[in-house]
């Protein structure tokens, strides 16, 4: 059997939550996109080269793209050695998927050299591997998006139910303001128990927005993208949140808020100028605030993880 | 102006919550349906005639209909009249919104001999002053699918935000065993904060759920069909809720669970002849519990309310 011998996976970064949608909603992006190289080796085994910008771990069980590699090696069943090479163009601990993109773009890219053995849904499977180095929790808000492509809701882990769903031409601007926040200290902020009343409000908006993107529906979008639990108690670590939100919408924007943990916020729009005027408007947010950002205008990704 | 002096709404149940839906969701049967026989009157105010079935309070702010017209009138600013004669094919208190059809019923005649002034939105705030007399909280999940037909998201009640969710085939199995449980009581069960990680799994799906309604797939509206949150704690009112459950999902149902407040349980299925089967379980359940019983079997209606 001829198989390739090496292969370019692009993976893009992704949004996860989508406001509120918390744990179970996400959507793939235009850019930013990690290259992730892989090649067969005939020495069994998985080689990581160093990487000069982030210098990310090179054991596989403590590299997320290894840990993942690893967990589809295990389901593969025979000795098989691969060599990978990462360019990060998802800056870890952005909130827009980094890990997620760099799992998800390893096994993908390894099921294509070893001739497509294993179905989307496995894939998810191997590469929250990797979302459990990275944030100790094994979650797909990020990695199903970026396998499928377009919006995704993950309805569960256990047994895992991944369901693509149609969504109308969107906008996104994106702005990464250069703080830290760390998945496990924005997990570790949530209260353990909500109060059912806000629940109720949530549950609406998260029908709401499935409707609504389903119906192509603008104002529905618009109107569902609230977040009574999650955003008010999160938001306290992004500094400028409030007021990018609150820019962003007077400029014309859908809605947004916080990109999964952060502290990167994201906003929809339906026309590209809208879209521009909001990144434009976050720049200015951060530049006043002296905290550098890098902004992303960009759209929906539909088709997720690209080969070459 | 020539109006019709005399008009009979049939307004018909309706299944609150949809098991995972809770306060959100709802649908319209095609039986059974309240009758409702309005007129024009000369003298202003509103003439409630006793039934003989149930005995309902006969002063219009007592009673559902009559509040929910009253709030009408309000709105309306003129003095008119209304003779209001109500047949009651819903049983109170069965949890098929027999009290959601009485009010809507009502305005929904009264908004017909006027001309229509009103939109649906004006008529579910009308008819939602009839549930707070019913249960003294001024809910919209039975009226909503009672006046719009079908199924509906009321996404928010303030600002009322109905959504009516298209949904493909469906047949629908209830039973109402003959107890009685108070909405009140079945309110007072509920606890007034959540764990988060339920939640999570109960807007999966709802978001499952409005998914597989929008895209006709089945096997997605029957795996959606789960309440982690409410029906562990409502279902021990109903005697027999668990049997009925297993059975009928055994007998093929894509799924169900407590309509309403319950004490009425309903089920969905694909099949006509799967959700008879369904009801004849449902009959053996009660009838070996030695508890009275009445089954329907119906399908989603999608016109709501109808005029005659």
Redesign the interface.
Known sequence: MATTKIVTAYAPGTVANMVC?????GFALHEPADQMTLSLSDKPGIVIAPDEEYHLPTEPEKNVAGASLIGMMEAWGQPIGFELTMKKMIKPGSGIGSSAASSAGAVVAANHLLGNPFSKEQLVQFAMFGEKVASGVKHADNIAPCIYGGVT????ILPL?I?S?PSPNLFVSIVHPQIEVRTADARAV????????S?????????????GL??HDYD?IG??LEDH?IEPVRSILIPGFDDVKKRCKEAGALGGGISGSGPSIFMLSKQEDTAKQVGAIMADVYTRLGIDYHVYVTTINQQGIRLA
Chains 1, 2 share one sequence.
């Open positions: 949608g918390f744990d179970i909603l809701l993950v309805r569960s139910d369901i769903l949530l209260k353990h128990t909500i109060q059912l009343k629940a109720i409000k949530q549950w609406g908006n998260i029908a709401g927005l499935v409707a389903m119906k529905l109107r569902s639990i």
